[in-house]
């Protein structure tokens, strides 16, 4: 099986699922079609899956424990702590901002382990960097963690070039999680050259813009109520019809190619690097062989430029999150 490294100890298909929509931010869906959604991953190749303590919050670890128990030697489970949850309220509302005191970053291990079902947690993120608490202090906690043997590799998620340069110097850090797709390029800047550099794996969620880059979301309307997305900058119905343009212009690409456009853009960012390993989001079993055929799509260096300045984000309207929410990336 073609597999790309996450540091030096994930060996893993070069496209895999993130997990986060079967339970939380994107409506959902019943349990048992998640579940065959992840059995259906592992038969046909895909073996990195990711989730947070926060998505529910809790109820996708739990998900995911009883949906890969059976096949947990052949499956590399990412989870992320960073978040103060609490005990009331639902959804968004639990957030109460971010928490990587090293006392917390051990205690919500374990609380993860369990949901999870799991002796070890394969690749551990720091979700959000908080500016509160040095980046050593909570990578020393995670490391503890290693040599514990409760987690396997660290990971940070939205971390600028500068903190993840620091982390790595307290401890090895196999994988950097950030958004990442035609329409968000900012790791580009820094964070692709530190990767490169380090031997650290980038792992891009929200390939597909959320959904955008599918074709298949032309307005609000389109998403159930309460759906997360509708508060979301791109998800508003000016932009969106401000942007059906350059979505057209995918399609396009596209049918030239005879693939379907989230197969397009999902090759276009799969072309960054061997280092990178995106996790697209799929709660269908049709979507999800749909993106993992993605990884046999070959395209030319001139194929990639062309993709890649006919959909630049500067032709793009409406930010990728709220103002709040920019606040806490590229920590």
Known sequence: MQTRKLGTELDVYPVGLGCMGMSFGYGGQEEKESIATLRRA?????????????????????????????????????????????DEGSGTERMAGVD?????????????LKRLGTEVIDLYYQHR?????????????????????????????????????RAHAVHPIAAVQSEYSLWSRDPEEDVFAVCRELGIGFVPYSPLGRGLLTGTIAKPDTLSAGDWRLGLPRFQADAMA???KVIATLEKMAAEKGVAPAQLALAWVLHQGDFIVPIPGARKIRHLEQNTAAAEIVLSAADVRAIGDALSPDKVVGKRYTEELLALVNG
């Open 42 to 86: 592992v038969e046909i190749g895909v073996n990195f899956f990711d989730t947070a303590e926060v998505y529910g919050p809790y109820e996708n670890e739990i998900l995911l424990g009883k949906a890969l128990k059976p096949v947990r030697d052949r499956v590399t489970i990412a989870t992320k702590f960073g978040f103060r949850i609490l």
């Open 242 to 244: 401000a942007n059906a």
């Open 129 to 165: 960097v908080d500016p509160n608490v040095p980046i050593e202090d909570t990578v020393g906690a995670m490391a503890e963690l290693v040599r514990d043997g409760k987690v396997r590799a660290l990971g940070l998620s939205e971390a600028s070039a500068a903190t993840i340069r």
């Open 100 to 112: 990587s005191r090293p006392e917390h970053v051990k205690a919500v291990a374990e609380a993860s």
